[in-house]
């Protein structure tokens, strides 16, 4: 079996609308290499995704 890459690919989007707000993300940890653990991926999706929504809604 080849080797296994974590990437996290943040989209976000509004309910009942077809498309995305921003166009998508893609994260890499901090060496811009994969995340070592699919976990390790989610988790900085998710932290990315609340980041972007934080600062859209106190920037509007």
Do not use: C, Y
């Not at 296994?4 to 077809?18: D, M, Q, R, T, Y």
């Not at 498309?19 to 390790?40: D, H, S, V, Y």
Request: avoid cysteine; charged fraction near 15%.
């Amino acid at each position: 079996m080849g080797d296994v890459h974590n990437f996290a690919i943040v989209s976000i989007g509004v309910k009942g609308l077809p498309a995305a707000l921003l166009p998508p993300i893609r994260l890499m940890n901090e060496n811009q290499k994969p995340f070592g653990t699919e976990a390790a991926a989610l988790m900085a999706g998710f932290s990315a995704g609340q980041r972007v929504i934080d600062d859209t809604l106190m920037s509007g």
